[in-house]
């Protein structure tokens, strides 16, 4: 395996209905955000 490193935020959900959670959950970092979704993260740049 190649060696890597990764950073995680310091909370993942999984699991069905966490994105209807979203909303109050991002509410507590501010006024504006961003979600990166899919397996194409070069898209969304």
Known sequence: ?????ITAPGRILFGRGVAAKAPGLIRAFGARGVVVHGANPARAA
């Open 1 to 5: 395996m190649t060696p890597f490193g």
